[in-house]
């Protein structure tokens, strides 16, 4: 299979067959179970905690509090504030106490429960507005600055007031957007082996393993090169599993202790509890236009309830605003962002971290002020779009663009211009626009290293071993990795076996997060690949060229060909060892603005979407009739699987459009408790719901990408929402500025149009 050819991934026929091996297949003799005793209060001091009861059942072989695991650590450096179990307080119900381990799951469950804590009970904090209340209680009042505020970002480029007096039409708006979740199919999962010596062996099912192994490390007080973690196959994660998790250090603390492997898996309640999805997030949005659709200026801001712990909240605090302008040109803006603690599950990176809601905001305001000067809400998206080789006004660099071609594709395929105020009563189109990043740009401790490295290794018997820290969590990076390597020698992806995510054996990669994988390892496997080329080349005289597994040298008369294995035999003749590193490190990019640590990456792409909707008029249902999607991913490596993330982004879109949303109990009950902590009653978009979704692949070949390609996972799901709710608009002359666009929403605004027609 060549590059740009159609094909299944690797990895698809296990999968498939079953045959895959999960964290949780792992079966170990004497493996004990653990379980957590969780607090059933949103925000209380604890007094004491006694275990003797939960120690005196029969099997159970230890019992863990916080006093256990007193190190504090944190995914992001500078916000270190969780413990693996709660020490002074618990700050949401669900949130871990104790950790018991028994000889069966079921004994360490009963043990949990006779774990008696004494409680001083305090006054939660369970919304942005008590977040913002200086009234309330502090949930970290040990930090520098005692505020329920996490991190505030103000950014203001150019000169907004003067942005606005240029323009001939100004809106201002107000949007809410909900908290989701990712409901994998594998919840999290831990095993831990300990050895003799007092080393640590960790499977995890993480999107992370380099950060878990710093975490782990720092956690338990190891040295770093006593701790192995490996992350299995694993059955997704969308963000989910970015961070270091209690169930990871509590299974790894109490191998430890016990000398025996143990296994620490969530059930999907708990799943919901570890949670680490989208906040909330409520917006405002001013921005103003001219009569031949000329963007002038914008204001944003957004407070997002965060949960009660950082997680990766100081990067969204940021992500909200300094992608805002994106992908259109705006020269005059500012933005405001506060990501605020509250006493809910802590909120972290979901598909599209950061710049969903902001996109939500930002594409129903195109659609609005096209309206108001009479345009068509396309033409005006085309009029202000970036362009190839150019920077934003917030020092983003630009490369490669293709979003007009984006629009255009999208347009023809689905007919909108036709479409377009013409389908009927209660029947719409709508179209949205958006653009994400390729990777951030910089790490999440600061360091000059290389941010992916990957190692290869040409094997006599014609194998090429590919060593790599990257995390496939479903996406396909394994299948990526080997088919740029194979594609580079002219071999069967088959024939480059992809060894991942085992920090005793496989260089650091970061992990699958910022759908960095692509570019970044991409770009390192091609490096490594293109080195054992050149060696294998240099060893004969004469051209060489690699093609159908066949290495071939000279030409004409004098051309022999061989077999790779026998070019690799040679080759090791003369060089020895036929082992290569690749590394990438992205390019030093936005440095002429102050805090542009966050944002800046090698490359973004683009999308466009429309869709198609009817809206029921007496029951507020909205049907999504058809989506077409079409992405600006640089270049197809493998047509197959681009598509199948960009119709896994739009479904997931269409999950938080209609469907999904966060519900916990106010203060006048318990307050704090998860009105929905199960597939059952946190809804999901089943296949009944999910539309036909056309994925249309638009190659624009960005020049610093592997082979040009961008990334696909996450950018096509921004624009969903938007899409949708302007399909809406054009329906039923609604404007739905909170989702999901739920019935009872869309009667109260269908209500509200009625009054207003009056």
């Known amino acids: 299979m060549k590059l740009g050819e159609r094909g299944g991934k690797i990895d698809g026929l296990p999968k498939i067959t079953g045959s895959a091996v999960f964290t949780g297949d792992l079966s170990l003799p004497g493996m004990l179970h653990a379980a957590f005793h969780r607090s059933p209060h949103p925000h209380a001091r604890i007094v004491s905690i006694d275990t003797s009861k939960a120690l005196a059942v029969q099997g159970v072989h230890a019992v863990l509090t916080g006093a256990d695991l007193p190190v504090n650590y944190g995914v992001i450096p500078v916000a270190q504030d969780e413990h693996a179990l709660a020490t002074e307080k618990v700050r949401f119900v669900g949130e871990e106490v104790a950790c018991v381990a028994a000889v069966d799951r079921a004994t360490a469950i009963a043990a949990a429960r006779l774990v008696e804590v004494t409680y001083e009970l305090l006054r939660p904090v369970l919304s942005i507005e008590d977040a913002l209340d200086p009234e309330k209680p502090v949930l970290h009042d040990k930090r520098r600055k005692a505020s329920n505020i996490l991190r505030r970002v103000h950014q203001k480029y150019g000169d907004p007031d003067a942005g606005f007096e240029r323009a001939d039409v100004v809106i201002d708006a107000a949007y809410d957007y909900p908290g989701s979740t990712h409901v994998p199919l594998e919840p999290q999962t831990a095993v831990a082996i300990p050895d003799a010596q007092g080393r640590l062996e960790l499977w995890s099912s993480t999107q992370i393993p380099h950060y878990l192994h710093r975490t782990v490390a720092r956690v338990l007080e190891l040295r770093p090169q006593d701790v192995r973690v490996r992350k299995p196959d694993v059955g997704a994660g969308y963000g989910g599993k970015s961070d270091p998790f209690a169930n990871e250090l509590c299974a790894a603390k109490l191998a430890l202790v016990t000398g025996r492997p143990v296994r620490c898996v969530l059930d999907r309640e708990e799943v919901f509890y570890a949670h680490r999805g989208r906040h909330r997030t409520k917006m405002t949005l001013s921005m103003g236009v001219t009569n031949d659709g000329e963007i002038t200026a914008a204001r944003f801001t957004a407070d997002a309830e965060g949960g009660a712990y950082a997680s990766y909240g100081v990067v969204t605090a940021y992500y909200f605003g300094v992608f805002l302008p994106l992908p259109y040109k705006l020269d005059h803006w500012?933005?405001?962002?506060?990501?605020?603690?509250?006493?809910?599950?802590?909120?972290?990176?979901?598909?599209?971290?950061?710049?969903?809601?902001?996109?939500?905001?930002?594409?129903?305001h195109m659609n609005k002020l096209a309206d108001a000067i009479g345009m068509d809400p396309a033409e005006l998206r085309r009029r202000n779009s970036v362009e190839p080789d150019t920077e934003t006004s917030n020092g983003l660099r630009i490369t490669s663009v293709a979003l007009n071609e984006c629009l255009d594709a999208a347009m023809e395929a689905s007919g909108y211009r036709e479409k377009r105020g013409n389908l009927g009563p209660n029947?719409?189109?709508?179209?949205?626009?958006?653009?994400?990043?390729?990777?951030?740009?910089?790490?999440?401790y600061k360091n000059e290293m290389p941010q992916s490295a990957v190692q290869i290794c040409a094997d006599r018997s014609g194998l090429v071993r590919?060593?790599?820290?990257?995390?496939?969590?479903?996406?396909?990076?394994?299948?990526?990795?080997?088919?740029?390597?194979?594609?580079?020698?002219?071999?069967?992806?088959?024939?480059?076996?992809?060894?991942?995510?085992?920090?005793?054996?496989?260089?650091?990669?970061?992990?699958?997060?910022?759908?960095?994988?692509?570019?970044?390892?991409?770009?390192?496997?091609?490096?490594?690949?293109?080195?054992?080329?050149?060696?294998?080349?240099?060893?004969?005289?004469?051209?060489?060229?690699?093609?159908?597994?066949?290495?071939?040298?000279?030409?004409?008369?004098?051309?022999?060909?061989?077999?790779?294995?026998?070019?690799?035999?040679?080759?090791?003749?003369?060089?020895?060892?036929?082992?290569?590193?690749?590394?990438?490190?992205?390019?030093?990019?936005?440095?002429?603005?102050?805090?542009?640590?966050?944002?800046?990456?090698?490359?973004?792409?683009?999308?466009?979407?429309?869709?198609?909707?009817?809206?029921?008029?007496?029951?507020?249902?909205?049907?999504?009739?058809?989506?077409?999607?079409?992405h600006d991913c640089g270049k197809a490596i493998n047509p197959t699987i681009v598509e199948g993330q960009i119709e896994g982004s739009v479904y997931m879109g269409v999950g938080e459009a209609l469907l999904e949303e966060h519900v916990f109990t106010g203060p006048k009950g318990h307050g704090g408790l998860h009105r929905n902590p199960s597939i059952l009653e946190y809804k999901i978009p089943t296949i009944h719901d999910t539309p036909p979704i056309e994925a249309i692949l638009i190659e624009s070949n960005d020049p610093e990408g592997p082979h040009g390609a961008k990334e696909a996972g996450e950018g096509p799901q921004l624009a969903t929402v938007p899409a949708i709710a302007n399909a809406i608009h054009d329906a039923c002359g609604i404007w739905l500025d909170a989702a999901p666009f739920t019935p009872d929403r869309v009667l109260r605004a269908l209500e509200r149009a009625e009054r207003g027609r009056r």
Not at 427 to 444: D, Q, W
Not at 518 to 525: D, E, Y
Not at 578 to 604: D, E, N
């Open 334 to 364: 500012q933005f405001t962002a506060r990501r605020c603690y509250t006493n809910h599950p802590p909120c972290g990176p979901k598909r599209g971290h950061g710049a969903i809601q902001p996109r939500f905001a930002l594409e129903l």
């Open 466 to 630: 590919i060593f790599s820290g990257t995390a496939d969590i479903g996406q396909g990076s394994n299948h990526m990795l080997a088919h740029l390597v194979s594609g580079e020698l002219g071999i069967p992806a088959e024939d480059c076996p992809v060894l991942e995510a085992d920090t005793h054996f496989t260089p650091v990669d970061l992990g699958s997060y910022s759908s960095r994988v692509t570019f970044f390892a991409g770009n390192a496997a091609l490096n490594a690949a293109r080195k054992l080329k050149e060696a294998i080349t240099s060893s004969f005289d004469g051209d060489v060229r690699f093609e159908d597994g066949q290495v071939h040298v000279g030409q004409g008369d004098d051309l022999k060909s061989m077999p790779f294995r026998d070019a690799v035999i040679h080759a090791e003749g003369v060089h020895g060892t036929l082992g290569f590193v690749g590394h990438y490190t992205p390019p030093k990019i936005g440095s002429r603005f102050r805090r542009q640590s966050v944002g800046p990456s090698p490359a973004y792409s683009f999308t466009a979407q429309v869709a198609e909707v009817t809206v029921d008029p007496e029951t507020g249902f909205v049907t999504i009739d058809r989506i077409w999607c079409a």
């Open 427 to 444: 029947r719409g189109i709508g179209i949205a626009a958006s653009a994400y990043m390729c990777g951030a740009l910089h790490s999440i």
